[in-house]
């Protein structure tokens, strides 16, 4: 038997399903949150007002204001402008974040634990920081291998191009499903786990090439990949970032500044960096940089970069979605769903192959709805209280799963409402606490896709309860 | 308007393909890609080429779907009950796995990164372009030796295989 015959292409596809299923659903649902990372920040702090541009002098203010009420020692200062993705001003240390309106006064506090424990399942599964990484990073791996398994295992990928056998057992729908999603959907499959790989990888990269080259010297690795800091003696004094925005301004790069660093604070190397997107390309950003007093300095030449330069420094957004705005965004999602459904429909239909083994089939589906309903509990509670978001989610996981195995009654059907409930809740807590702002552009998409995905719960709860009355 | 132009000819473009594939005829599938290839271009003018890419690549896997669920064929519901097969649980079975996927994810990992950064390191590129080809390929290059290891029907030899390559490019990798 060739080794690119159908069967041990299948066996190695299943393998890497199955075993590793569990983690990559994690991951991909995770992945498909995490491209509107940015709409859930704004929406768990709804109350924050927005502002699409802002004055040199507004954000220098907010920094300046900053540095008086939060003077403990710190290396770097942030300031973040509208055109971040997030509408809002904010400015911070290393240690705190604080929103500022157009005038530059300081607001409340930065405060959103459960986006950042969203973010924290996809990067690092909650695993501590290095590990999590680089299993996450394998994951990336696993994907490519699982589109490159599936392919070779579907020998009849141009005759069921279009085949979609809905009804009957259920089970060739899934079987076309699972390889509909698979096959049309494999350019973002690859390339989501190509750059994702990345994220982990790059470390070990720059430690193996620093051991060759630097003498295990990986700032100088970095230096000779990317820009390295501008060498600066200057005589301390505070960052003048009103001055060195108005200069910006002045260059008309037609690039839009996503947030601002003051480097090495406190120092004689101290010096600014505006991080600023460039339009039509991929790259993270062109930087541009200044004295502390505000003087031009130089950009970091990523836009004319050489292209190994910016293929680097473009795997963020392109991993994640986030260069053309919404309708980029909303691409990702979509495709994010596929990617997450390749992932249960591939277990569904091993389990299904196996007979549907009662605890592991109720185990899986506890795993698939129970997160869910656990990641929606775990943000309506940490709207209201300070507790630890990763506590509540594994917990509550923990708990549907346990439940899940051992009470027979809980069938999908349950799972479906259970997740339709849980969605109406954090629904419901975040309209009583935010009242009229739940319906702002701040929270509106948000609100939206939970009010859609509530709905196709109960459509889905329905056809579950349609297909039980068969099976009785 | 050359954005929505784009559009419409990639939307021709899934049209063509799906009529394609119904009538057997190939020359539809031709005029797809075709009808893809000016949509890219047209993207590339709107947005620049390295979006133009990206929209190219992804956007069938969305507009596909107006002919998969046009052509869905749907059937009664139907109950069956099948035996489930027993699964084996036992340890020395988990243990076979837990190793296999130490290969996996461990031991593939070192062999495919020093085989992608050796090959990197002699193509004549810049420094950040041999890291770079580095970052793409290594990926790849794991997903084909996993598939390797797991679809072989002696996974040991695959194994040492993989290990000697290695082995040899590492050696080069530190001459």
Known sequence: ?472 | MVVYSALVCAGLGVGSLYAGWRQSKRWLGGLALLLWAGSMVLFYYGTGWQYAMVYSLLLPALLVWIGIIYQATTKPLQHYITKPRPLNTSLSNIGKHVVVAGVVLGAELVFSLTICLTVARWLPITYSGQLALCIVTQPVVWAFMAYHFLASKQPVRTLAFHFIVALIFGALLLL
């Open chain 1, 1 to 472: 038997m060739s080794l690119f015959s159908r069967q041990p292409a299948l066996n190695a596809h299943r393998w890497l399903g199955v075993f590793l299923g569990a983690l990559l659903f994690l991951v991909c649902i995770s992945g498909t949150l995490v491209v509107f990372n940015q709409e859930l920040e704004r929406w768990e702090q709804a109350d924050v007002p927005e502002l699409n541009t802002v004055t040199p002098t507004a954000a220098g203010r907010a920094l300046e204001t900053f540095i008086q009420r939060y003077p403990q020692a710190t290396e770097h200062y942030h300031v973040v402008f509208p055109g971040s993705g997030i509408p809002r001003l904010v400015a911070e240390n290393d240690h705190q974040a604080v929103f500022a309106n157009a005038q530059g006064d300081l607001l409340q506090t930065e405060h959103f634990p459960w986006s950042k424990m969203l973010v924290d399942l996809h990067y690092y599964l909650h695993l501590p920081s290095t590990w999590g990484l680089l299993l996450v990073s394998a994951l990336g791996a696993i994907i490519c291998a699982l589109v490159v398994s599936g392919f070779i295992a579907h020998k009849r990928i141009v005759k069921d191009a279009f085949k979609w056998r809905r009804g009957g057992t259920g089970q060739p729908g899934r079987i076309d499903l699972h390889n509909r999603f698979g096959v049309w959907a494999s350019p973002f499959h690859a390339m989501i786990g190509i750059t994702g790989t990345y994220f982990g990888l790059a470390g070990i990269v720059l430690t193996v090439v620093a051991q060759l080259d630097t003498q295990g010297d990986r700032q100088a690795v970095v230096d000779k990949v990317f820009t390295p800091e501008p060498t600066l003696s200057h005589r301390v004094q505070p960052p003048d970032i009103t001055t060195a925005l108005q200069y910006f301004e002045t260059m008309q790069t037609g690039h839009k500044p996503i947030f601002l660093t003051v480097h090495d604070v406190g120092t004689p190397q101290q010096f600014i960096e505006i991080y600023a997107q460039v339009p039509e390309q991929l790259i993270y950003s062109e930087n541009y940089r200044f004295t502390s007093a505000g003087e031009f300095l130089g950009t970091a030449g990523y836009e004319d970069g050489v292209w190994g330069k910016k293929l680097i420094y473009s795997l963020y957004r392109l991993h994640f979605g986030d260069f053309a705005g919404w309708p980029v965004k909303l691409l990702y999602f979509v495709l994010g769903i596929m990617l997450t459904a390749l992932c249960v429909s591939g277990m569904d239909i091993w389990l299904e192959k196996q007979g549907r083994p009662a605890r592991v089939n109720r185990l899986w589906q506890g795993f698939v709805w129970g997160s869910i309903s656990a990641l929606a509990i775990t943000a309506a509670v940490s709207l209201y209280f300070n507790v630890s978001s990763y506590a509540a989610f594994w917990g509550l996981l923990i708990l549907g799963c346990s439940v899940s195995t051992l009470w027979a009654k809980i069938d999908k059907f349950t799972w479906l409402l259970i997740c339709a409930g849980s969605c109406l809740l954090l629904l419901i807590c975040h309209l009583v606490k935010y009242g009229e702002w739940a319906l702002s552009p701040a929270s509106l998409p948000v609100n939206s896709l939970l009010m859609l995905f509530i709905m196709w719960c109960g459509w889905k709860a329905h056809q579950e309860n349609k297909i039980n009355a068969v099976s009785h």
